[in-house]
T-cell receptor, first 114, second 113 residues
Framework: AQSVTQLGSHVSVSEGALVLLRCNYS??????LFWYVQYPNQGLQLLLK??????LVKGINGFEAEFKKSETSFHLTKPSAHMSDAAEYFC????????????FGKGTKLSVKP | NAGVTQTPKFQVLKTGQSMTLQCAQD?????MSWYRQDPGMGLRLIHY???????DQGEVPNGYNVSRSTTEDFPLRLLSAAPSQTSVYFC????????????FGPGTRLLVL
């Protein structure tokens, strides 16, 4: 069975500082990995995804994530936080196969201080 | 393109009442799904559909029914609402089960008293 663990339910950074949101997964098959963002009172939208190929994935709004198979990790980073990045971020995993439903982590709420 | 739409945005029910949450998409997506979001729990899959006429259970299906008579629509029915079903419900769609780039609706906030 697949699972996702997001370390830290709440992360706070200063504007301009590095953003690092951690995600570890468990999967018995090569995973498809996703980061979604949820702004207050809205649905989720895709930030980026990894399926195959290059392990460093670039997404929208300056975010990127690196798939590290040896560490079973898919951490999300952004070099310089902006106030508009304040939101909740969800990591998700899928096996990309016949049981390809997404399994979501519990989310990390990012706060950005001026 | 309206994307994924959900109605209503907010609903208050009494215990035992029934209701249907509506979901529609205009992207001709084969895969549609329903999630519930509770604080500290992330999103949990309730039911999903890989095409018209085909539905299956997710992680937390008890108390909910679905049907998929058309590609566009995927309603979620609460047969007898319980306070434990107080939650935010999201509908999502993607091109196929293999392509899990999901597009989410704006959500329905449900309060069961």
């Amino acid at each position: 069975a697949q699972s996702v663990t997001q370390l830290g339910s709440h992360v706070s950074v200063s504007e301009g500082a590095l953003v690092l949101l951690r995600c570890n997964y468990s999967s018995s098959v090569p995973p498809y990995l996703f980061w979604y963002v949820q702004y207050p009172n809205q649905g989720l939208q895709l930030l980026l995804k990894y399926t195959t190929g290059a392990t460093l994935v670039k997404g929208i709004n300056g975010f990127e994530a690196e798939f590290k198979k040896s560490e079973t990790s898919f951490h999300l980073t952004k070099p310089s936080a902006h106030m508009s990045d304040a939101a909740e971020y969800f990591c998700a995993v899928s096996d990309g196969g016949s049981q390809g439903n997404l399994i979501f982590g519990k989310g990390t709420k990012l706060s950005v201080k001026p | 393109n309206a994307g994924v739409t959900q109605t209503p945005k907010f609903q208050v029910l009494k215990t035992g009442q029934s209701m249907t949450l509506q979901c529609a998409q205009d992207m001709n997506h084969e895969y549609m799904s329903w999630y519930r979001q509770d604080p500290g729990m992330g999103l949990r899959l309730i039911h999903y559909s890989v095409g018209a006429g085909i539905t299956d259970q997710g992680e937390v299906p008890n108390g909910y029914n679905v049907s998929r008579s058309t590609t566009e629509d995927f309603p979620l029915r609460l047969l007898s609402a319980a306070p434990s079903q107080t939650s935010v419900y999201f509908c999502a769609s993607s091109y196929s089960l293999l392509d899990q780039t999901q597009y989410f609706g704006p959500g329905t906030r449900l309060l069961v008293l």
